[in-house]
């Protein structure tokens, strides 16, 4: 079946640089995706979110960028801070039900 | 607002135990979600509910069931466990059914031995 996935587990990068975590999709049907950020022992936190008609979309230190023509999503975290170190997970969006990828571990170096 | 509450945070089972695990909102949100996370996994969708009455499987529903006779309530039962339902299991619950306004639990990490 169809399925979103990523493609780097584990991310490490320098306080105070920029982080870029990606994902690949394969249902060109989903209408919306997100990226959800988990700490240890939590829940999944909504960070952005970016329909499918959009290419790009701005928040707070965080851009969303969606390329349809490979099925591509990328979440970009600037000046990562020590605060940011968690687990981030891409889902996209289908009728009621959120398909979700197998998550990027970003690790924040002091 | 308490949110979106969960209980037992852990629980661990024998092979063929029953047990259900609680998730009350106090949001007044129709939807309702169950999901599982297995280790370095996203989540997966095990049921849903549009509202008091109204249940719907998931992407993973094999092996559980669950009840929604109010709107602050969602318990999920397991009736025989096995050792394949080891996960951490998430509640969330939305007001409009749209998935970036889902509200998570904290999760309950059950272990079948």
């Known amino acids: 079946g169809e399925s979103v996935g990523l493609h780097l587990p584990t991310l490490s990068v320098q306080e105070g640089d920029n982080s870029i975590i990606n994902c690949a999709y394969s249902?060109?049907?989903?209408?919306?995706f997100i990226w959800y950020k988990q700490e240890s022992g939590k829940g999944p936190q909504f960070i952005i979110d970016?329909?499918?008609?959009?290419d790009k979309r701005q928040g707070q230190r965080v851009t969303v960028l969606l390329n349809k023509t490979v099925k591509h999503l990328s979440l970009q975290i600037a000046a990562t801070q020590p605060g940011d170190s968690a687990v981030y997970f891409c889902?996209?969006?289908?009728?009621?039900?959120?398909?979700f990828g197998g998550g990027t571990r970003l690790m924040v170096k002091p | 607002n308490a949110g979106v509450t969960q209980t037992p945070k852990f629980r661990i089972l024998k092979i063929g135990q029953s047990m259900t695990l609680q998730c009350t909102q106090d949001?007044?949100?129709?939807?309702m979600y169950w999901y599982r996370q297995d280790p370095g996994m996203g989540l997966k969708l095990i049921y849903y509910?549009?509202?008091?009455?109204?249940?719907d499987k998931g992407e993973v529903p094999n092996g559980y069931n669950v009840s929604r006779s109010t709107t602050e309530d969602f318990p999920l039962r397991l009736e025989l466990a096995a050792p394949s339902q080891t996960s951490v299991y998430f509640c969330?619950?939305?007001?409009?059914?749209?998935?970036?306004?889902?509200?998570f639990g904290p999760g309950t990490r059950l272990t079948v031995l």
């Open positions: 970016i329909r499918s008609n959009m």
């Open positions: 249902n060109s049907a989903s209408d919306y």
């Open positions: 969330a619950s939305s007001y409009s059914g749209k998935a970036n306004e889902q509200f």
């Open positions: 889902a996209e969006n289908f009728g009621n039900m959120l398909t």
């Open positions: 509910s549009v509202g008091a009455g109204i249940t």
């Open positions: 949001m007044n949100h129709n939807y």
